[in-house]
């Protein structure tokens, strides 16, 4: 049994094995509606919650418990992490969200990104000179945070799938945040860290004793400014974020200096969540369902359908061939992706030519007996330049299913740790829009993701959900760990769905990214030999980049049993 803080993943039927984590005793019956569905879509017998922080879980299980959907558990569980897990997540960041209906089969997915305001404009993470500024110096700026989405998505999908009063939804954080909750290890490691939010003074007053020192792991913080904020969006709904006061005291902080932002009260009136449905493409005998662009979902449906046209499938995580060409199908799928993904209402991404069969298959044949150079875009040259934007790996991810079947998969993020460092109303800020293109041009060619009024940064979050050739769900997963959110992602669905392993040791494997002409990862983790092979085959794995992800997911069997699993780099 994993410490408390490390294992955080409950459902009805694994309560006994897991008595350390508080959990109900009993789930309500599923609606008799959805019960006598088809059987296709058949209600799973028990519920649970995968998520970053046992509060997180806790509070996501008394949702349910009370007889709330997956919906309104996952508002539950997004809010806590906002207090819990404020370094990666919160209501002043955005999301992406997946949700699978069980009565009907739909996957529906819900994009909560930030907008950069009307004010923005394509230079303005430039200096003086035309350079690029450095990325902390953009981080901590007021022009970092775009309007925040998560809530309002949150709403949206629990106008269509809630079953609960919203204002229900926020009791258990409420009160966590006025009680007082133990500080977990994760959030005092990085209070007390040497990176350039941690320092600032909106992080330190938040996150300290009241002798100014830093927080520790162990000890009890209450935020009751968070409590009120959360009691003004219960009671005035999801809009409420965006709205006065909040909008107005989140506007006054991002126009103070470094660097002045431009939000306005235009910006938050005219913000929607999009709702579309799931971007899905076929790998082995299953169907992935990803979010459609600005998410990287595209990218991750490639990386699979590339390694689909090879033998990875008949190897395994012991085999130095099956590495080498995860590696090197990495590698295409950043190319393409870095070159075509970003915000579809602003700029063409060619969605269907990614995803096209004989490319696919001509992608696939570009993969040699060694690493060649780093692999060029492909398609027809659509006239961009390639954007080379450095993510950070802040963010979460979790997953609800609730007694009737219903499904959520949402990864959820304020950017980089502790967002821009700037915080109100006890929550901090986003640094969404330093995930644009610094530059607008690169090599002469204007960069797909590029800033511009009003768009949505491209994310690298993919929630994920897993169906069967019946339409019935077989998984849902993600993780956070910026630009490496891909590489996990598949790293876990290719030791799932092809290895056949049991999620948690899916989990488990080495984590390996390959992008451009750089291969990082977990290389003491790869079994024997591996190394060394990888090696002559001109792959050298590098080690030491702080590979943390957070891999958060759950499989359910034919029969209706959920079994969970937490990255225990978490």
Same mark, same amino acid.
């Given at each position: 049994m994993r410490p408390m803080y490390r294992y955080a993943i409950l459902a009805a039927s694994l309560l006994a094995a897991c008595a350390p984590i508080r959990a109900p005793q009993t789930l309500p019956a599923a609606d008799p509606a959805v019960a006598a569905t088809d059987p296709v879509h058949a209600a799973p017998r028990t519920a649970g919650v995968a998520a970053a922080n046992p509060y997180a879980v806790e509070?996501?299980?008394?949702? +349910?418990a009370a007889g709330g959907s997956a919906v309104d558990a996952a508002v539950a569980v997004q809010a806590m992490l906002g207090l819990v897990e404020p370094q990666s997540s919160g209501i002043g960041g955005g999301a992406f969200l997946l949700h699978f209906d069980a009565a009907t089969g739909k996957i529906t997915a819900f994009n909560g990104r930030e /907008? *950069? =305001?009307?004010g923005a404009t394509p230079d303005m993470f430039l200096d003086a000179n035309g350079e690029p500024m450095s990325y902390w110096d953009a981080v901590v700026s007021g022009r970092s945070t775009g309007v925040p989405g998560a809530v309002v998505m949150l709403g949206s999908a629990h106008a269509r799938h809630g079953r609960l009063p919203w204002a229900r939804l926020f009791e258990p954080v409420i009160r966590a945040a006025e009680d007082g909750f133990t500080v977990p290890k994760r959030l005092a490691r990085f209070a007390n860290g040497d990176f350039a939010q941690s320092k600032e003074p909106d992080v330190r007053a938040l996150f300290s004793r009241p002798d100014g020192s830093p927080v520790q792991a162990g000890d009890t913080l209450r935020n009751p400014q968070?409590? /009120?904020? +959360? #009691? #003004?969006? /219960?009671?005035?709904? !999801?809009? *409420? +974020?965006l709205e006065p006061p909040i909008r107005d005291a989140i506007i006054a902080r991002?126009?103070?200096? !470094? #660097? /002045?932002?431009? +939000? *306005? !009260?235009g910006d938050f009136e005219a913000y929607q969540p999009r709702i579309s449905g799931a971007l899905c493409g076929p790998y082995l005998v299953y169907v992935v369902c990803v979010p459609p662009p600005p998410s990287s979902g595209v990218a991750l449906l490639q990386m699979l359908a590339i390694l689909d046209r090879t033998d990875i499938a008949s190897r395994g995580p012991a085999d130095p061939q099956a590495w080498f060409l995860f590696a090197m199908a990495s590698r295409l799928m950043y190319a393409d992706r870095d070159q075509y993904v970003a915000d579809p209402e602003f700029v063409r991404v060619p969605v269907e030519g990614l995803l096209e069969p004989a490319y696919v298959r001509g992608r696939a044949e570009l993969i040699g007996e060694v690493a060649g150079p780093a692999p060029a875009a492909g398609l027809p040259d659509l006239g961009l330049g390639p954007d080379r934007t450095r993510e950070a790996a802040g963010t979460s991810h979790f997953v609800v299913i609730d007694g009737a079947g219903n499904l959520v998969s949402m990864t959820t993020t304020v950017e980089s740790l502790f967002g821009s460092g700037r915080a109100i109303g006890g929550f901090v800020l986003n640094n969404q829009l330093s995930d644009f293109s610094y530059r607008p041009v690169v090599d002469g060619k204007p960069v797909a993701n590029a800033v *511009? =009024?009003?768009? #949505? !940064?491209r994310s690298s979050m993919v929630p994920v959900i897993v169906l069967d050739q019946a339409g019935r769900p077989v998984a849902a997963l993600g993780s956070p760990g910026g630009s490496s959110i891909l590489a996990y992602n598949a790293k876990a669905l290719v030791g799932l769905l092809a290895w056949r392993l049991p999620l948690q040791e899916a989990i488990d494997l080495p984590n390996v990214i390959a992008r451009g002409e750089e291969t990082f990862g977990e290389a003491p983790k790869l079994a024997p030999g591996v190394l060394e092979a990888l090696a002559a085959r001109g792959v050298v794995v590098k080690p030491g980049r702080g590979e943390e992800s957070g891999l958060h997911g759950l499989v359910i069997a034919p029969d209706g049993a959920v079994t969970g699993a937490a990255d225990p780099r978490r």
């Open positions: 509070a996501g299980l008394e949702i +349910l /907008a *950069a =305001p009307m968070y409590a /009120a904020t +959360l #009691r #003004r969006i /219960a009671s005035q709904g !999801p809009r *409420a +974020l991002t126009h103070q200096e !470094p #660097r /002045a932002g431009t +939000l *306005a !009260p *511009a =009024p009003g768009k #949505r !940064p």
